[in-house]
Structure formats: structure tokens, C-alpha cells
């Protein structure tokens, strides 16, 4: 009878470590789809950029849903490779990725094409799956964005000629002897002083389009280069565009304060080097970004999105509790031995 006792809390006790070893996977959690733009009122013919973001508590590895606007006033221009369609219609297509994240952003550009309102949002199905391929509960928010009428610049004043009147002809009198005068001494000319050589930004921009490229110009001359051959960005930031002096061009933004009033641009220097600029929305001022800040920003948000991972590596757990399981198994054979030892004996 002792023997079936301790065979039956041995049972149950292996069964509890099996379940340790083996934890049953807790239900995907819920997430959200959200879109934001800079401004949701927009004059007729500018781009703008429209950010979509696909936000979870829980790790999740792929993304797929549709996205809905009226196509007679917005005009899709593009939205990176994992957005395609246009026409009222994008289909977003993030799948086949190997690392989890918490958080998918895409960067949307429109051009305002005709007065009116329009709304986007998802239709339909909306497929977020993590690792195990179980579907998430999503939600999404709704984007207006409002196209107004650019309105005319008023035409600059003309300067009228006035008639000239032509005095009539008097007698000229006959000269009388001035007095004398002493000259009075002219002030010698003074210099202006030249202006002293400042860093890149200290003079509004100028923008310029020549033979397509965009130039951007103050006291030096920097050339828009294609953000598509970056490699890395800053942490934080998201491509977006601005426009400058009616030249659309890609820039950097904050992804989470869009209005922010300092943004990055992708340039090419006097040096010849093309690296990152920011630029000065209010002053329009542009400054270098100096150091190696894409790599430090980078490296100090490496561990970003990483939530649920262990602290140790999961092998060392498994071998802890491996042991333990060895352990409690030599106590409980012990324990059989002795409880045997006693029956013998009374």
C-alpha cells in the first residue's frame, strides 16, 4: 500500500516537471492599426505622407491587410516594397520575416489632387500572426484628410509712370559773388565688413531643380541624394518627405512627433560625402549632422522590442531544471529504498 502511495506522488510530481518543462502556449494577444500624417489638411497638388503603424504588446513575425481611400482625390505615389496597389486600393504585404517585433511601421506618399475629403482605413481581413502562425485581434483607427484649394498668389504691384512736368523757362540772373566757404572734410569710406564664414546653415536655403537633380543651396551647394541606398537610419526616425520652395524632397522624420521642428535630409556636401543634414523647419536653416549619431542611436536601441526573452540563455534553463528533475528523482528513490528497509524489518 506505501509503495502504491509513493508511486502515485512520484507520478504526479514528474507530470508537474513535465509541465514546467513544457508550459501550454497562452492565446496571441490584440494589436492595433494606426494612421497619422503630419497635418490632415492638405492644398491641392502637394505630397504628403501618411504613416501606418501596425502596434502589439505581443511579439508578432508577419502582417498582411488592405488599406481604402478615394482615388479621385488622393493619388498613391508610393509606399516602399511591402505596399502595392493604388487606384483606392493598397494591399500591404509583410510576410516571410524572421524577427519578431512589437511594432511594423509603413510610410505612405499621396499627392492631394482634387478638393475634398477622404478617409483611410483597413477593409477587410486583417492577418497578424506571430511565430506559431496564431492570428492576433486586431482594430484600426481612421485617417480624414481634408484637400483644400492652393490658394493664388497675389500679383506683385506694378509701378505707374507719372507724367514728367517741364518747368517753364526763367530769366537767369546775373551771378553775384558767393562767400567764401571753407570745404568741409568728407568722411573717409569705411569698409563693410565682410561676413565671416559660418557652418553650412546660417543662410535661408534656395532649391533648385537642374537637369533632375534637386539642389539645395546657401553658402554652399548640397545635392538631394536617394535614400534607398542607406543602409541604416537613426533609431526613431521614419522617410517621409518635405516640401521645399514647391520641390518635393525625401527627408527624416521623428516617428513619433512628425511635427517635430528638426528633421534629417540625405545630402551630398561640399566634401563629396553624402551623409545626414538637419534642417530647421521655422529658421530653414540647415546644419551637418555631425558624428557617428546613426550608430550610437542604433546600438543604444538594439534591445528595443525584444519583450518575453529570457535574461539567460533558454538551454541553461532547460539544463537547470533537467537537474532538478535528476535530483528529486534520486530523493524519491531514496525515500522508496528506506520505506522497503522498514517494512522488512517490522
Request: charged share 25%.
Amino acid at each position: 500500500m506505501r509503495q502504491k502511495l509513493f508511486a502515485h506522488i512520484f507520478l504526479a510530481f514528474f507530470l508537474f516537471l513535465l509541465a514546467l518543462l513544457f508550459p501550454v502556449r497562452a492565446e496571441a494577444g490584440s494589436g492595433s492599426i494606426q494612421f497619422t500624417a503630419a497635418k490632415q489638411e492638405i492644398k491641392k497638388g502637394d505630397n504628403f505622407t501618411v504613416v501606418c503603424q501596425v502596434v502589439s504588446e505581443e511579439q508578432f513575425l508577419d502582417a498582411e491587410f488592405n488599406i481604402v481611400y478615394d482615388a479621385d482625390i488622393l493619388l498613391f505615389v508610393k509606399g516602399g516594397s511591402k505596399v502595392s496597389g493604388g487606384n483606392g486600393v493598397l494591399h500591404v504585404q509583410s510576410v516571410g520575416n524572421e524577427t519578431a517585433a512589437v511594432k511594423k511601421t509603413f510610410s505612405l506618399q499621396f499627392k492631394a489632387q482634387k478638393k475634398g475629403n477622404t478617409t483611410l482605413t483597413t477593409d477587410g481581413d486583417i492577418k497578424v500572426l506571430d511565430e506559431e502562425g496564431t492570428s492576433f485581434s486586431m482594430s484600426s483607427n481612421q485617417l480624414m484628410i481634408s484637400v483644400v484649394k492652393k490658394k493664388k498668389k497675389a500679383p506683385a504691384a506694378t509701378a505707374t509712370e507719372e507724367p514728367v512736368i517741364t518747368p517753364e523757362p526763367t530769366a537767369t540772373p546775373e551771378p553775384t559773388a558767393a562767400p567764401t566757404r571753407e570745404p568741409t572734410p568728407t568722411p573717409a569710406p569705411t569698409e563693410e565688413p565682410e561676413p565671416e564664414e559660418t557652418a553650412a546653415g546660417s543662410i535661408t536655403l534656395e532649391v533648385k531643380k537642374d537637369q533632375g537633380i534637386t539642389l539645395l543651396k546657401n553658402s554652399y551647394e548640397f545635392e538631394v541624394m536617394d535614400p534607398s541606398e542607406l543602409e541604416k537610419i537613426p533609431a526613431g526616425y521614419i522617410q517621409t518627405s518635405i516640401e521645399l520652395e514647391n520641390v518635393t524632397v525625401p527627408a527624416f522624420t521623428i516617428e513619433n512627433d512628425l511635427d517635430n521642428n528638426f528633421l534629417l535630409l540625405y545630402l551630398r556636401g561640399p566634401s563629396g560625402e553624402s551623409t545626414f543634414y538637419q534642417y530647421d523647419r521655422e529658421e530653414k536653416t540647415i546644419q551637418r549632422y555631425t558624428g557617428n549619431m546613426v550608430e550610437k542611436i542604433n546600438k543604444g536601441a538594439g534591445s528595443d522590442g525584444q519583450k518575453g526573452s529570457y535574461p539567460i540563455p533558454y538551454y541553461v534553463l532547460l539544463g537547470i531544471i533537467t537537474g532538478l528533475v535528476v535530483l528529486v528523482l534520486c530523493m524519491l528513490i531514496a525515500m522508496l529504498k528506506m520505506a522497503m528497509k522498514k517494512k522488512d524489518v517490522f
